[in-house]
């Protein structure tokens, strides 16, 4: 089976930066979209950074020119590098894959697939 697993939250104080990763396992065929959500208090979860199987990329308004997402085909990972960090960036991250996959039948499926979740808290 398929699995995403995130790693790189934490604490950092405000105007500093955090990398976080989301590497991808099991028997894939190929990953294609990618993209990375996140979840404040008492807020909805909202894609904010997205890139294509090809390497294209948008951003939300709010974190365009601090946040940087990047794909590594041959780890099977994507990557987000977050600079001059604010304290309304604190949430919840997630990141989310649209991955081709075998089963054991044989049979290949395709689906969205999201990490476990790693929180991001920016306090001074």
């Known amino acids: 089976q398929v699995q995403l697993v995130e790693s790189g939250g934490g604490l950092v104080q405000p105007g500093g930066s955090l990398r976080l990763s989301c590497a991808a396992s099991?028997?894939?065929?190929?990953?294609?979209?990618m993209g990375w959500y996140r979840q404040g208090p008492g807020k909805q979860r909202e894609l904010f950074a997205a890139?294509?199987?090809?390497?294209?990329?948008n951003y939300a308004d709010s974190v365009k020119g601090r946040f940087t997402i990047s794909r590594d085909n041959a780890k099977k990972m994507v990557i987000l590098q977050m600079n001059s960090l604010k304290p309304e960036d604190t949430a919840v991250y997630y990141c989310?894959?649209?991955?081709?996959?075998?089963?054991?039948?044989?049979?290949?499926?395709?689906?969205?697939?999201w990490g476990q979740g790693t929180q991001v808290t920016v306090s001074s």
């Open positions: 099991g028997n894939i065929v190929s990953i294609d979209d």
């Open positions: 989310n894959a649209y991955i081709k996959y075998i089963a054991n039948s044989g049979y290949v499926y395709s689906r969205a697939y």
């Open positions: 890139i294509t199987s090809g390497g294209s990329t």
